[in-house]
């Protein structure tokens, strides 16, 4: 079943913080995160594996929460390159990936 | 990370023919899976591709519209065979990265298809 992301699409200003969320129905054992660009793959960003485990790249961090089958993308003090479209991931039986929705984020000057 | 080549990178076909999509790994994997996106949408599994065993086919792919190779653990095809309209997408191929940390998936660049 797909995750669930929100919010569909967010606007910031260089600078400001973001969290975008995914949330599934069914019991989650790890979640992904991917961002692409227009016209582009998706890129890796982090995965995590454990409930409450939190994680850091740079300036973008995600925590997941088992008990509420849910994780949390943070961007704080955005940039204009943390543009693109955000999706996650969760795994299903054979390393299959079943992507959510996505969430675009645009950063403006 | 691993860097997957994807080609071709675009085509306008002609309904009723086949396109044949290639990913050449620089390394080793297990697995590679094959993916849909509409411009604007998510990326939607079509097939599980294991070297010397069938393709896994997502619910809605069939083997005879998206026949899949994988003739060894760096290269697989993905054929898009009788192709209508509806089949324009972009196809992605995808693979599980060891070197990414804890396993993380890499992308081909896609391949953009427009079908007339």
């Known amino acids: 079943q797909q995750p669930v992301q929100s919010p569909q699409a967010v606007i910031l200003r260089e600078g400001e913080d973001a969290v975008i969320n995914c949330s599934s129905s069914k019991a989650l054992y790890s979640v992904h995160w991917y961002r692409q660009k227009h016209g582009e793959a998706p890129v890796f960003l982090m995965i995590?594996?454990?409930?409450?485990e939190q994680k850091g790249h740079e300036k973008i961090s995600a925590s997941f929460n088992e008990k509420k089958q849910q994780s949390s993308l943070y961007l704080t003090a955005s940039q204009l390159s943390y543009s693109g479209t955000y999706f996650c991931g969760t795994e299903r039986g054979g390393s299959r990936l079943t992507f959510g929705e996505g969430t675009q984020l645009t950063v403006n000057p | 990370s691993a860097v997957i080549s994807q080609k071709p990178s675009r085509d306008i076909c002609q309904r009723g023919t086949s396109l044949t999509i290639q990913c050449q790994v620089d390394?080793?994997?297990?697995?590679m899976f094959w993916y849909r996106q509409q411009p604007g949408q998510s990326l939607t599994l079509i097939a599980t591709?294991?070297?010397?065993?069938?393709?896994?086919?997502e619910s809605g792919f069939v083997i005879d519209k998206f026949p899949i190779s994988r003739p060894n653990l760096t290269f697989s095809t993905l054929t898009v065979s009788n192709m209508s309209p509806e089949d324009s997408s972009i196809y992605l191929c995808?693979?599980?990265?060891?070197?990414?940390?804890?396993?993380?998936?890499?992308f081909g660049s896609g391949t953009r298809l427009t079908v007339v």
């Open positions: 591709a294991n070297q010397g065993s069938e393709a896994t086919y």
């Open positions: 390394s080793q994997v297990t697995m």
């Open positions: 995590l594996l454990k409930g409450g």
């Open positions: 995808s693979a599980q990265d060891s070197r990414l940390g804890e396993n993380g998936y890499t």
